[in-house]
């Protein structure tokens, strides 16, 4: 069954340092998410990406995060300078656009947890 | 601002139990209510999907509900297993939004 992966599946990092974590769709998908959940936390949306542009963000979502679809099949989150705060389990979901409304099942990759030190 | 409760937060029973998880949210425009499973320090595993037309999904032994107007879904798990230890979240989705917001989730441990 196809699913999302994500590497790498650990990263540390110093405080101030880019970071840039990546994603590879499910291949036929259309849209695509970051969301992250800090240790102990609710999962939080990020950004939502749909035909090479940004199509939701929050209000996390500021100008240290960005995110690119550099080839056909790589999805990525970069973090210009990471905080400690930005400490946290990533995750890179994608969804089909189906002829159904309201059946877009988001699938979720097995995250990417980031340490900033 | 959409918030999704889920109650309990953690909850043990014994292997065989029927169990029922729940999930209340505020703004009943939603668009669709999935259902996910997590173990410890991995990803999410979609286990349901209920468009805001449906009142109930099923698959194998677990049953997920809606209720728009009360604002509030259930996941009925039967002769839960073991192996159905793990973490439950809901996650809503709006009318007009792509964002899926997530509950804290019911953290499930089934004994042998």
């Known amino acids: 069954e196809p699913e999302v992966t994500q590497t790498p599946s650990h990263q540390v990092t110093q405080m101030g340092q880019e970071v840039i974590l990546r994603c590879v769709p499910i291949?036929?998908?259309?849209?695509f998410y970051w969301y992250r959940q800090i240790l102990g936390q609710k999962v939080e949306f990020l950004v939502s990406?749909?035909?090479?542009?940004?199509?939701?963000k929050s209000e996390i979502f500021d100008d240290q995060f960005s995110v690119e679809r550099p080839d056909g099949s790589n999805f990525t989150l970069k973090i210009r300078s990471t905080k400690l705060e930005d400490s946290a389990m990533y995750f890179c979901?994608?969804?089909?656009?189906?002829?159904?409304?309201?059946?877009?099942?988001?699938?979720f990759g097995p995250g990417t947890r980031l340490l900033v030190l | 601002k959409q918030e999704v409760t889920q109650i309990p937060a953690a909850l043990s029973v014994p292997e065989g139990e029927n169990l029922v998880l729940n999930c209340s949210f505020t703004?009943?425009?939603?668009?669709?209510l999935q259902w996910f499973r997590q173990d410890p320090g991995k990803g999410l595993t979609s286990l349901l999907l209920?468009?805001?037309?449906?009142r109930e999904q099923t698959s194998g032994r677990l049953n997920a509900s809606l209720d728009k107007s009360s604002g509030r879904s259930t996941l009925y798990i039967a002769a839960s297993q073991p192996g159905d230890s793990a973490t439950y979240l809901c996650?809503?989705?709006?009318?007009?939004?792509?964002?899926?917001?997530f509950g804290t989730g019911t953290r499930l441990l089934v004994s042998p």
């Open positions: 291949s036929n998908h259309l849209y």
């Open positions: 703004d009943s425009a939603i668009y669709n």
């Open positions: 209920i468009q805001s037309s449906q």
């Open positions: 990406f749909y035909n090479n542009e940004i199509s939701e």
């Open positions: 979901a994608s969804s089909l656009r189906v002829a159904t409304r309201g059946q877009e099942t988001q699938y």
């Open positions: 996650a809503v989705r709006l009318t007009g939004f792509q964002k899926l917001v």
